[in-house]
């Protein structure tokens, strides 16, 4: 097929050349065209052309035109294309892995009502003791599980696709945010291959890393959260009903948590001293 499209780009351009050679030729007086033309066509030919061909250049010269626009035009074409699917790429936003989404949202200075993510990734991704680098990845992509949309492959499928919400629900993250395996039926029910969209996270990393000052203060009241001297008048077994009437991963919930864990580990490094 490119053997047939090189013959062919080369004979239309032989053919706009002779085109362009024939109206040089004839753009002369009658007697300068016939001798012209004499010395270039064969005795055979010769015979063939019309006296009055010198009216024929303006002719000549437009074919010779065409001829060359339909000689570059697939090229053009193609490269419009090329250019034009470029420019589609770059205006849509690319695919990170959610093992990526992750790390970027434990390092940015996102935080919910004051209290930062990566803190809280820390000290909510193990409740019996420090958190690995995998669980704190895993525990942030359980986060924007509830916050944007997933999209993954469920072996054997091949094909990425957005994971239905209703199916994220019933999942949780593990291995370092790399699968999503599912809470309730068979553990092996999971997807791989799990992502998100770049831009959505931005934004969302954009949004959360906007609170400071009185925009906590302000989220405090509109999430009904505790403030700090509530929480710390607050008995453990008050924190504990707390937690369990709030939607996990909600605001509330999350603060009410962190301050379980921290008097965990309070009582923790009392016992180990005593």
Not at 77 to 94: D, G, H, T
Not at 117 to 139: F, I, V
Not at 201 to 215: A, P, Q
Request: glycine share 6%; charged share 25%; proline share 4%.
């Amino acid at each position: 097929m490119n053997v047939l499209r090189i013959v062919g780009f080369v004979l239309k351009g032989l053919g706009a050349c002779a085109l362009g050679v024939l109206g040089i030729m004839t753009n002369v007086t009658p007697q300068q065209a016939k001798t012209n033309l004499a010395t270039w066509l064969p005795d055979w030919l010769e015979k063939f052309v019309p006296t009055d061909i010198y009216k024929l250049w303006p002719v000549f010269f437009v074919l010779a035109v065409l001829m060359l626009i339909w000689m570059v035009w697939p090229w053009l074409n193609n490269k419009r294309k090329v250019i034009r699917k470029k420019a589609r790429q770059k205006s849509e936003p690319e695919f990170i892995s959610m093992q990526e989404a992750a790390t970027r949202l434990y390092e940015s200075e996102s935080n919910i009502a004051g209290t930062r993510l990566s803190e809280a990734a820390e000290k909510l991704g193990n409740l019996n003791g420090p958190a690995s680098p995998n669980e704190r990845l895993d525990y942030l992509a359980d986060f924007l599980c509830r916050k944007i949309a997933i999209y993954g492959r469920k072996p054997p499928a091949r094909e990425i696709g957005q994971i239905d919400y209703s199916e994220v629900r019933r999942t949780h993250s593990s291995d370092g945010a790399t699968i999503l395996r599912d809470n309730t039926f068979d553990q092996s029910i999971y997807w791989v291959d799990v992502c998100v969209k770049s831009d959505q996270l931005d934004k969302l990393i954009y949004d959360l890393e906007g609170e400071s000052g009185f925009e906590a203060g302000f989220n405090k009241i509109a999430h009904n959260i505790p403030y700090d001297r509530e929480l710390k008048a607050m008995t453990y077994a008050q924190l504990a009903v707390e937690l369990n009437s709030c939607d996990k991963d909600s605001p509330r919930y999350l603060v009410i948590k962190h301050e379980m864990t921290r008097r965990d580990s309070q009582l923790s490094t009392a016992s180990e001293r005593n």
